[in-house]
């Protein structure tokens, strides 16, 4: 009889034991899953802003005023085109098809 008796009682600290360690395990996980989603929504909040920033910069106005302040760039005009000969070309003017009245 008290070999029964030791064995339960044996049996009964080992599942206390199990379950002691089973909870904290589960604790221990549950803390890690509230962390990642905390950082989760953190991510998700500073990915909004980036796009903000991302689709106030892309403006078309933005684009403009830096293509005209830092590149020195201007508005095109017909006034202001230049045509560009390639090297070896033979006629000095531009080409009328034949058969065109010029």
Do not use: C, W
């Amino acid at each position: 009889m008290i070999r029964l008796n030791l064995v339960l009682l044996l049996a009964v600290l080992v599942s206390a034991f199990y379950l002691v360690h089973t909870q904290y395990e589960s604790r221990r996980l549950y803390t890690a899953l509230d962390r990642a989603q905390s950082q989760a929504r953190r991510l998700e909040v500073e990915h909004d802003q980036l796009q903000v920033a991302k689709r106030a910069e892309a403006a078309a106005s933005r684009v403009q005023l830096l293509a005209t302040r830092r590149l020195q760039m201007r508005p095109v005009t017909p006034g202001v085109t230049h045509y560009v000969q390639l090297p070896g070309s033979a006629s000095a003017g531009p080409t009328v098809p034949a058969g065109a009245r010029p």
